[in-house]
């Protein structure tokens, strides 16, 4: 739905695999693609240090390299974006997109906010 209306959406592999509610098939089914990244991304992102994750890290670096926005809440992953110049999105705001778009009915938006 979000890759319809909003834009496509990647996800490196080594974050995929810290995510309880999604899998490998649900992304596929929602047009999510799953990056395996280079060897050289991942190194770069084990050898950083600081208060980032190495997922983080990683989904800094794809961001960077392929011009991708990084959708997260994450403050300090956000102001490293900021330092890098990546481009960012809430995630609140990625639904508020998608609202906007006509890719979500607002009914259905508040309905899973309060659940």
């Known amino acids: 739905m979000i890759c319809t209306y909003v834009g496509q959406i990647y996800l490196a592999t080594p974050v995929l695999s810290e995510i309880n509610e999604i899998d ?8 999510i ?3 395996e990244p280079e060897l050289e991304h991942v ?3 084990a050898e950083k240090k600081g ?3 190495f997922q983080d890290n990683l989904c800094l ?3 960077k390299e392929y011009g991708w926005t990084c959708v997260t809440n994450d403050k300090p992953l ?6 890098e110049g990546v ?8 639904i508020c997109i998608l ?11 508040s309905s899973n906010i309060s659940s």
Do not use: D, F, T, Y
């Open 24 to 31: 490998e098939g649900a992304c596929v089914e929602l047009g």
């Open 33 to 35: 693609i799953l990056v």
């Open 43 to 45: 190194m770069l992102a």
């Open 51 to 53: 208060p980032l994750s």
């Open 61 to 63: 670096i794809l961001a």
């Open 78 to 83: 956000r102001q490293k974006c900021e330092l």
């Open 87 to 94: 481009p960012l999105i809430w995630g609140i705001e990625l």
């Open 99 to 109: 609202v906007e778009s006509g890719g979500l009915p607002l009914s259905q938006c």
